[in-house]
């Protein structure tokens, strides 16, 4: 029933947002004359690479300087780029990564090689399923690029401020996914474009209804700051990227 749905749900999505796609895809490459798309080498189920399709939304040559984590004040952020990024739409063609089997619309965020091999034998069960387009920690840290700004190492500050509850939450999802589940969550990723405050509120219901650590459910809710935490499966907070 899932992969019918990302089926159908791919190619209509990818049909209904062609225009959209387009103009953006025209206006990327008039910016600088260069190829539009960015394909991303990331971890799909059970360690497989793939190559994840997003629209380019930094300056030609970015990947370079070997950091993986983006700041919202991240110079190689492109003009136009900064507008693919605030709408999500780097996220849209993914859709084809969907279509093809690669991802699924509903699963854990898939990370780039250098990160899997960090994680903890725990957090390994997190490529027990295909990887997704929006998932808990897509809603929840919406805001990654504001939480990583003005880092002066973001890759480490990403593995100490937001992979411990990123996992956590991954981990959450494979215990209790379901056809409703998904259904809600694309819902709710929807009414986050216009509302975060919104979808949290939601989400933290939902989390309330379900046996989890509260201290994730008090993440959740994104009232306080974030704070240094062993990733699940370690003790200790991560020192080095």
């Known amino acids: 029933m899932k992969r019918l749905i990302d089926i159908l749900a791919s190619l209509f999505g ?6 959209l796609l387009l103009i953006f895809i025209f206006l990327i490459y008039m910016q600088d004359k260069h190829f539009p798309f960015y394909v991303a080498k990331r971890v799909g189920k059970n360690g497989a690479i793939f190559k994840m399709i997003k629209l380019r939304s930094m300056a030609i040559g970015a990947e370079k300087n070997g950091v993986d984590s983006t700041s919202v004040n991240d110079s190689r952020i492109t003009p136009i780029g900064l507008k693919v990024r605030k709408y999500k739409l780097d ?82 999802y494979i215990e209790h996914q379901s056809t409703w589940l998904d259904l ?40 306080n700051e974030l704070f240094p935490y062993p990733p699940p499966g370690m003790e200790k907070i991560v020192t080095s990227r």
């Open 14 to 19: 990818l049909l209904f947002l062609s225009p």
């Open 91 to 172: 996220e849209l063609t993914q859709l084809w990564n969907v279509l093809r089997g690669d991802m699924s619309l509903v699963g854990p965020r898939p990370n780039v090689k250098r990160d899997v091999d960090l994680y903890s034998s725990v957090e390994m069960q997190i490529l027990s399923v295909r990887p997704g387009i929006t998932d808990f920690s897509s809603i929840i840290f919406s805001d990654e690029g504001e939480i990583l700004k003005d880092s002066k190492d973001p890759d480490l500050m990403y593995n100490q401020l937001i992979r411990p509850w990123k996992s956590r939450l991954c981990l959450i």
């Open 184 to 223: 809600k969550l694309v819902m709710y990723t929807i009414v986050a474009i216009f509302s975060k405050k919104i979808a949290i509120k939601w989400l933290v219901n939902y989390f309330q209804t379900v046996e989890i650590d509260p201290l994730v459910t008090q993440v959740v809710k994104r009232e």
